[in-house]
């Protein structure tokens, strides 16, 4: 109990530490950073697939439990041996400078935060030790005034719970970053695309939207707190091989030519039949006019692009320079992107994973080859290069009750900046039939397709394939995400009546 309340009060001077300070590295945020640095690519999968893109919090609550319960032990050694329970809170407080310290984005100071923890649970622990002094030697009988002691250690339990909570509400206060670009998010007025609106799509019940809302847009990245960036403070430098290097304001990005491009996201994690796509319509400017600005080398083959807290992708030269439209996007779907989707600044590059491409929170762009460095992922065992692989998905009928007779059967395809010409259903192993795609404003996105079907009683197992722009078929035997993205044919199971 008093360990636990000692850990407790400790995190929460660190976090307020961490608010004054401006850094996101609260001990927990270190820790938990720290360790999703390290996992191992299947542990990461086995979390996205458990907890969805709810892994971050599951993985704040797991680290919360296991401070707890060694704050616990700390605690309990600490009333007979104080030095025991210190040893623990130290190695704790230890494990989370270190890990603040490996941390690419917490400048010099994000080691305080967790040094501070350490020291306030430290010298909690100590007034407990104090406190139970007294109480035990009553419990071995050498003392009579148990009242008294048994008093004090209440009231400095109350003490410190209080002052925990209170500093923690302090916390909440002085980490006003948050607020601060929240509101200059909504302050924000950019160039709006001419429409909204989507071409026609499938209208069928259960039928995914061709455009895939904000609020619905899966979200990963490796940012257990997501980095805060005031637009005016943000900037972008481009250099490396290149002839000019090129520093850009938030404003000298709004003054350069703004396009508007609808373009389906894709995660190379993204299982068989699996939720991490989404389709929005970006704005931004072509990543092909900065870079030619900046003269990149004959000999570069590749952009290492840098997030403010230090994720990095590696992405191939000729997909920013072609005609594919690669972007520095700040808006989707005709707001400034969300926070969480990397406010202000991110890149989106048709057709490739976003592992390889899709940097959000951008602050750096260096021209180089691949040769010499690595992006985020490749060390932990994903390929260097992600293109997307041709896919498809079965969106409706899922899980539902679907009465026998006339039932729409449709969903999606996707083969970004290759293109998807023909989608094909089987029913219970039977003969491929072709299915309808819906209208496609380039080769960029995800098309829809539905199919009408005669669906008879009993339980039937649905299959779909889709064909590239070149006819050819989609991969149909199984391969996990890992290490260049799945492949194998979504196959669902349908109960008819
Ligand atoms: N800064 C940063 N950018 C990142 C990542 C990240 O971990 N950090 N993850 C990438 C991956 S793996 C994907 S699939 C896309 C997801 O973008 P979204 O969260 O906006 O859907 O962002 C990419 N950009
Ligand atoms: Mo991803």
Redesign the pocket.
């Known amino acids: 109990m008093g360990g636990v309340l000692a850990a407790l009060a400790g995190l929460a001077v660190g976090s307020v530490a961490a608010g004054i300070l401006g850094t996101a590295q609260t001990p927990v945020v270190a820790i938990g950073s720290a360790f999703i640095d390290r996992v191992p690519p299947w542990l990461k999968d086995l979390a996205i697939s458990w907890f969805g893109t709810h892994d971050k919090d599951a993985l704040r609550v797991g680290i919360l439990i296991v401070v707890a319960a060694l704050a616990a032990v700390g605690g309990i050694l600490a009333v007979r041996r104080y030095w025991a329970g210190a040893l623990i809170t130290i190695a704790l407080s230890g494990v989370a400078v270190a890990a603040a310290t490996t941390r690419a984005d917490s400048g010099q100071t994000g080691f305080l935060p967790s040094a501070l923890a350490g020291i306030t649970a430290l010298i909690i622990l100590r007034l407990f030790s104090r406190r139970l002094e007294p109480l035990l030697a009553t419990i071995n009988g050498n003392s009579a005034d148990d009242g008294v002691s048994r008093r004090g250690f209440l009231q400095l339990s109350a003490g410190v719970a209080i002052g925990s909570a209170a500093i923690g509400a302090l916390g909440r206060v002085v980490g006003g970053n948050r607020a601060a670009v929240a509101n200059a998010r909504e302050q924000l007025n950019l160039p709006q695309p001419p429409t909204l609106a989507p071409p026609a799509g499938v209208q069928a019940a259960g039928a995914v939207p061709w455009a895939t809302a904000n609020e619905d ?7 257990l707190s997501v980095p805060q960036i005031v637009p005016a403070d943000w900037k972008l430098r481009v250099h490396g091989m290149v002839d000019r290097e090129l520093n850009l304001s938030f404003d000298d990005l709004l003054k350069r030519q703004v396009i508007h491009k609808w373009v389906t ?5 993204n299982e068989v039949g699996g939720d ?1 796509i ?1 389709n929005a319509l970006w704005s931004g400017v072509l990543l092909k006019d900065l870079l030619e600005e900046a003269g990149p080398a004959k000999n570069a083959d590749a952009i290492k692009s840098t ?1 403010k ?1 230090g ?1 990095t ?1 590696g992405t191939p030269l000729p997909t920013l320079l072609d005609d594919r439209q690669a972007m520095l996007a700040f808006a989707m779907n005709g707001e400034p992107l969300p926070v ?3 406010f202000p600044v ?1 890149i989106v590059v048709p057709g490739l ?3 390889v491409s ?4 951008l602050v750096d762009i260096e021209v180089s080859r691949f040769d010499q460095f690595e992006g ?2 490749t060390p932990r065992g994903w390929s260097a290069l992600g293109p997307i692989k041709l896919s498809s998905r079965i969106d409706t009928p899922l899980g539902k009750n679907v009465e026998p007779g006339r039932v729409t059967v449709a969903g999606v395809a996707w083969d970004q900046h290759v293109g998807v010409s023909k989608v094909e259903v089987r029913v219970d192993g039977g003969p491929w039939q072709q299915a309808t795609l819906a209208a496609d404003p380039s080769i960029d996105t995800w098309r829809q397709w539905h199919w009408p079907w005669d669906a008879s009683r009993g339980t039937h197992v649905l299959q779909v394939r889709a064909f590239d722009a070149k006819g050819n078929p989609q991969v149909e035997s199984s391969a996990p995400p890992a290490p260049d993205g799945a492949t194998g044919l979504h196959t669902v199971s349908v109960k008819v009546g």
Do not use: P
């Not at 899709?358 to 929170?361: I, L, R, S």
């Open positions: 847009f899966y979200r990963i990245d490796t940012a996201l894709t995660c190379v994690s991490l989404g997030s807290d994720f992708a969480e989707h990397g991110r994973y976003g592992y899709a940097t959000k929170w985020y992922w």
